[in-house]
């Protein structure tokens, strides 16, 4: 599974609420809540984060491994 977790402590590092995503940056009201549901996000928009954030993608996202049942 993919988390966005990191995504809220870097913004929260850097002092960039969602309102300035918005409003400065013209970020995707949309994206945002498929970042706060865990769901898919393009590569482009990795990028455009990175790029609004200044940030790498390491401090975006991280990869949970699944539980596997058997």
Not at 9 to 27: A, P, S
Not at 33 to 48: E, F, M, V
Request: hydrophobic fraction near 30%.
């Amino acid at each position: 599974m993919i988390s966005y977790d990191p995504l809220w402590d870097t913004m929260r590092r850097k002092n960039i609420t969602t309102y300035t995503l918005i409003k400065e940056h013209g970020f995707s009201r949309g994206t945002l809540d498929s970042l706060k549901q865990n769901r898919n996000i393009s590569t482009a928009t990795l990028d455009d984060i990175c790029e609004m954030l200044d940030c790498r993608v390491e401090d975006v996202l991280v990869y949970i491994p699944n539980e596997h049942k058997d």
